[in-house]
């Protein structure tokens, strides 16, 4: 009984392990990949363009509208880029918070992710006390008990990797990493 990836749904296409993303219109699960899509099969994991017969990534939408609605080529006037936002200093664009590294005013913080409680470090953190389940600190400056809090984690005895596989049967919780399925013990 070997184990399988559970996070994401497969190709279906034999020994094809990448993600399936593609289907016929109107299907809502993916049936195949991208290398392995049949003739006429559109991505239907992502959300499109919301112009007819458009199947491009939207990426445009009005200032404040949660995602995107149209791409560039069929966006309305007045819409923004709201799925990266850009810098907003006269020329640059960077994709980044209100202002990229390079054109942030002083005293201003990243807003993109969390980072690493440790003064001056700019890391994203993922280790904490067991038990908790937001980091607070990065792999550098970790403190001794503290265990890596993003993800499920394997469920062999002092493995402590992320999990992403389980068994067929149990396809929805994952118990084990790559390196602790039964298959390779």
Same mark, same amino acid.
């Given at each position: 009984?070997?184990?399988?990836?559970?996070?994401?749904r497969?190709c279906?296409h034999?020994?094809?392990?990448?993600?399936?993303?593609?289907?016929?219109?109107?299907e809502r699960?993916?049936?195949f990949?991208t290398?392995?899509?049949?003739?006429?099969?559109?991505?239907v994991?992502?959300?499109?363009?919301?112009h007819?017969?458009?199947?491009?990534t939207?990426f445009?939408?009005?200032?404040?509208?949660?995602g995107?609605? &149209?791409c560039?080529?069929h966006?309305?006037?007045?819409?923004?880029?709201?799925?990266?936002k850009?810098?907003?200093?006269?020329?640059?664009?960077q994709?980044?918070?209100? &202002?990229?590294r390079?054109?942030?005013?002083?005293g201003?913080?990243?807003v993109?992710?969390?980072r690493?409680e440790h003064a001056?470090?700019?890391?994203v953190?993922? &280790?904490?006390?067991?038990?908790?389940?937001r980091?607070?600190?990065?792999?550098?400056?970790?403190?001794?008990?503290?265990?890596f809090?993003?993800?499920?984690?394997?469920?062999?005895?002092?493995?402590g990797?992320?999990?992403?596989?389980?068994?067929k049967?149990e396809?929805?919780?994952?118990?084990?990493?790559?390196e602790?399925?039964?298959?390779?013990h």
């Amino acid at each position: 009984q070997g184990m399988v990836d559970v996070k994401s749904r497969r190709c279906k296409h034999a020994g094809c392990s990448r993600r399936a993303r593609f289907n016929v219109m109107g299907e809502r699960r993916g049936r195949f990949c991208t290398q392995h899509k049949l003739q006429g099969m559109v991505n239907v994991k992502d959300k499109r363009c919301e112009h007819a017969g458009c199947g491009k990534t939207p990426f445009f939408n009005l200032e404040g509208g949660s995602g995107g609605r &149209f791409c560039a080529q069929h966006k309305l006037e007045g819409m923004e880029n709201v799925r990266s936002k850009r810098c907003k200093h006269a020329g640059c664009g960077q994709p980044r918070g209100r &202002f990229c590294r390079d054109h942030k005013l002083e005293g201003m913080v990243t807003v993109k992710s969390q980072r690493c409680e440790h003064a001056g470090c700019s890391k994203v953190p993922y &280790f904490n006390l067991e038990g908790e389940w937001r980091g607070r600190l990065c792999a550098l400056h970790k403190l001794e008990g503290m265990v890596f809090v993003d993800g499920a984690r394997c469920e062999r005895p002092g493995c402590g990797k992320v999990a992403t596989f389980n068994s067929k049967v149990e396809r929805k919780a994952r118990s084990a990493c790559r390196e602790q399925q039964p298959a390779r013990h």
